[in-house]
């Protein structure tokens, strides 16, 4: 095989995995609600129309930090990843887990005060595109339907934070725990499975793992809860 020959194959197998790569990532970005209702071919029109960066971040790693400048909307492809404030006291308290597919902060993108709330720190390796705003724009312009959902998409996120003020509220550990509990759905046998690890939830609390462990067995010996394992049912609820 002469050079010329070489140098074309090479092309075709670049070809073959730069369109694999993408129709891989359509599949990914039709999981989300911001393109709801928009077809692959829809889909791949638009970004094939627009630029975008392709960013890999390791676990751990800050992927945005609070009071960033955020000029770009993120979009997690692949891995997981969370939202942490400092209080006033520099104390870290865990916002939401974030988990992909998934945008980042969309209310905040097109703020005139357009500086990150929170930080996003990966929870395992993850994949993220980037487009810009102006990127973004020509999007929604492409596609009417992606504009549609991202308005639904940040009054969604003003609800999620009202409902997060509310159970701020609560200043007991016990408080919180119960009313996060009441949150969750109940199970044919009227119990409610935990959807995380414990540590996990001590850190949306904003409370140590030992604090929530301590609580959690606190209530059960007062005979609030029954717990085994991820499953817990308040038993003021049998009664």
């Known amino acids: 095989m002469n050079n010329i020959e070489y140098n074309v194959v090479n092309f075709r197998n670049l070809c073959y995995d730069t369109l694999k790569f993408f129709k891989k990532m359509l599949k990914k970005l039709l999981n989300l609600g911001l393109f709801a209702d928009i077809s692959e071919q829809e889909l791949a029109a638009v970004f094939s129309a627009v630029n975008y960066r392709l960013k890999n971040i390791k676990k751990k790693a800050y992927i945005l930090r609070q009071d960033e400048e955020y000029k770009s909307l993120h979009i997690i492809l692949k891995g997981n990843c ?47 595109l980037i487009i810009t705003r102006d990127e973004f724009i020509r999007a929604c312009i492409e596609n009417k339907k992606i504009l549609y959902n991202f308005l639904e998409l940040i009054s969604d996120k003003f609800v999620f934070i009202s409902e997060k003020l509310n159970f701020l509220q609560f200043k007991s ?20 499975i935990l959807p995380c690890s414990l540590e996990q939830l001590s850190r949306l609390f904003g409370i140590e793992r030992p604090s929530l462990s301590r609580a959690l067995g606190q209530m059960e010996a007062a005979n609030i809860i029954k717990r085994k394992n991820r499953d817990i049912r308040i038993v003021m609820e049998q009664n």
């Open 173 to 192: 550990i016990k408080e919180k725990i119960l009313n996060y509990l009441l949150s969750l759905p109940q199970d044919k046998n009227g119990n409610r």
């Open 82 to 128: 969370y939202g942490e404030m400092l209080d006033f006291s520099g104390k870290a308290i865990k916002i939401e887990d974030l988990p992909a597919p998934v945008p980042l902060a969309p209310a905040v993108l097109f703020s005139r005060q357009n500086k990150m709330p929170v930080s996003i720190i990966a929870d395992t390796d993850c994949e993220i």
